[in-house]
């Protein structure tokens, strides 16, 4: 055997030389050269295996954010349309709380509050029940009602935050 690899290596051409290293393996060098390329090629797969699941994750969790921002905005449209009376807040005030009455609505008034990060609708005598989902948290819930130039409207603001969003809702609804 070691005649022939100082054969191998006396000729000195390219086959001779494949041949030398195939009988004689891989150094230190290659070798930890090869593991580093593997190492690096895996930890990136992982790393962007995990972005994608994380990024998926926070779409969810936006898209949530999104559709319980637009259920309050659609519920307070329609709480404000054919209504008799807006009791709070009062005219050129402003109030955590709305109370309105609504015309040909048998379960007056209808009244939209917070409460522990939650938005609840109260109609009449009735137990209020909760508008968000248990994901979202509300905060900073606030209605002005102004009239101005004779054409009356709210303005609802509040911050809508889950696990890993927020965004702020800024309305106004005119009353008609």
Same mark, same amino acid.
């Given at each position: 055997m070691k005649m022939q690899i100082q054969d191998l290596k006396k000729e000195g051409n390219k086959k001779n030389n494949i041949a030398l290293n195939l009988i004689m393996g891989t150094t230190l060098i290659e070798t930890l050269l090869y593991s580093f390329l593997?190492?690096?090629?895996?930890?990136?797969t992982l790393f962007a295996t995990y972005q994608i699941i994380n990024s998926h994750e926070r779409s969810i969790n936006w898209i949530e954010l999104e559709e319980n921002q637009q259920?309050?905005?659609?519920?307070?449209?329609?709480? !404000? #349309?054919?209504? *008799?009376? $807006?009791?709070?807040?009062?005219?050129?005030? +402003?109030n955590t709380l709305l109370s309105v009455n609504k015309?040909?609505?048998?379960?007056?008034?209808?009244?939209?509050?917070?409460a522990d990060g939650v938005i609840? !609708? #109260?109609?009449? *005598?009735? $137990?209020p029940f909760r508008l968000?989902?248990? +994901?979202i948290t509300v905060s900073n819930l606030f209605f002005e009602h102004r009239t101005v130039s004779g054409k009356t409207f709210i303005k609802a603001?509040?911050?809508?935050?889950?696990?890993?969003?927020?965004?702020?809702?800024n309305t106004l609804i005119f009353i008609k």
């Open positions: 593997v190492t690096m090629i895996t930890t990136f259920f309050f905005a659609q519920k307070l449209e329609w709480l !404000l #349309q054919n209504n *008799a009376t $807006i009791n709070i807040p009062a005219a050129n005030n +402003n015309i040909n609505y048998g379960d007056n008034p209808l009244i939209i509050n917070s609840y !609708l #109260q109609q009449g *005598a009735a $137990i968000t989902t248990p +994901n603001m509040a911050t809508f935050t889950n696990k890993s969003a927020s965004s702020s809702l």
